[in-house]
């Protein structure tokens, strides 16, 4: 604390560190695109989609997450392809409940993909048990929890638009 020639307090001006990027995913790959950007104010992530292609990109995709995904503030997701939003499921499940930003049109398709990709794990096994080029017999795919439309543990999107400060 500081004295004004008046005899009043003041504190010195905080200094605010510029916001980080991190690239998470989506480098090196055209699968897996993941960002994070985070201030003072907030962590945010654009995109949450899985690696795909060869065992060792797959593998990527049970990293630990790179932070609590309890102190996500919220998800941009930037269009409705797996890729993007693919991963939405896992984060929910380690705990996010923060925002899902997208526009209208991207929210109803990501539903779509979304239970949509959830059969392609038990198709891989099926196939690798009939191909013989899995280690396990028969290839066991992970479990999967869809109900209805909608994949129950990726929240519900609440549309964004423009600055809008829903």
């Not at 001006?13 to 003072?40: N, Q, W, Y």
């Not at 309890?70 to 996010?96: E, M, N, S, W």
Request: hydrophobic fraction near 35%.
């Amino acid at each position: 604390m500081t004295t004004t020639p008046g005899g009043l307090a003041t504190r010195p001006p905080v200094r605010h560190r510029p916001a980080l990027l991190t690239f998470l995913g989506g480098v090196g790959t055209v699968s897996g695109s993941k960002f994070l950007v985070e201030s003072d104010h907030a962590r945010v992530l654009v995109d949450w989609g899985p690696f795909q292609g060869l065992a060792d990109l797959r593998r990527r995709n049970w990293r630990p997450l790179p932070c609590d995904a309890g102190d996500i503030k919220a998800v941009a997701i930037i269009h409705a392809q797996l890729d993007h939003c693919g991963y939405l499921p896992r984060l929910v499940r380690h705990g996010f409940r923060g925002r899902l930003v997208t526009t209208e049109f991207t929210a109803r398709l990501r539903e779509i993909v979304l239970c949509e990709s959830a059969k392609l794990p038990l198709e891989a096994a099926l196939h690798a048990s009939d191909h013989g080029w899995s280690k396990h017999r028969p290839a066991q795919p992970p479990v999967l929890r869809v109900r209805r439309r909608s994949h129950p543990q990726t929240p519900r999107p609440r549309p964004d638009w423009h600055g809008d400060p829903r």
